[in-house]
C-alpha cells in the first residue's frame, strides 16, 4: 500500500511541477534567469526526496513482513500440541473439550454452547474449572469470548 502511495504522489509532484513551470512561464518576464525557476526545481528535488524516503520505507517494511510471516509458520510447525488427555476430565468437560479440538483449538463460547447442547450456564461453569486447571483460556472480544485450547 505504501508503495501504491508512492506511486500516486509521484504523478502529483510531476503535475504540480508541470503546473508550476506554466504559471511561471507566463507569469516571469525575466526569462530563464528569473528566480522563481530556482525555486521550483528546489520543490521538484525535496518532493524526490521524500518520494524516495517513502519508498524505501515500503520496500523495509514488505520484506521485513514477509520474513515475520516465515518465521511464525516456521515456529507453528514446530511447535506442536500435546496430546490431550480425557482421563482426568469428567463426561461434560470432555465433551467441551472435544468440540474445541475439533474445532482447531479456538472457538466462540456462544458456538461451544450450541455445539455441546448445554445451557449457557452450565458451560460457564465447566469452562470456569478448565481454565482453572489452564486447560483453556478465554479472551474477551466485544460483547462474546472466544476458548482456546492451551
Known sequence: MIIGITFVLGIIIILFNQGMTQ????????GPSCSMYGTIKTQTYIGIALLLVILAIGIVIMFSKQEIIE??????????????????????EKVLIKILDQSEGTIFQAELVEKSGMDKVKVTRILDRL????????KRRGMSNIVILR
Request: net charge positive; glycine share 2%; with cysteine.
Open 23 to 30: 504559471i511561471v512561464n507566463t507569469s516571469c518576464s525575466h
Open 71 to 92: 518465521k511464525i509458520k516456521k515456529v507453528e510447525k514446530e511447535v506442536k500440541r500435546k496430546p490431550l488427555d480425557y482421563s482426568k476430565l469428567d463426561k461434560d
Open 131 to 138: 481454565e482453572g486447571r489452564q486447560l483453556i483460556e478465554r
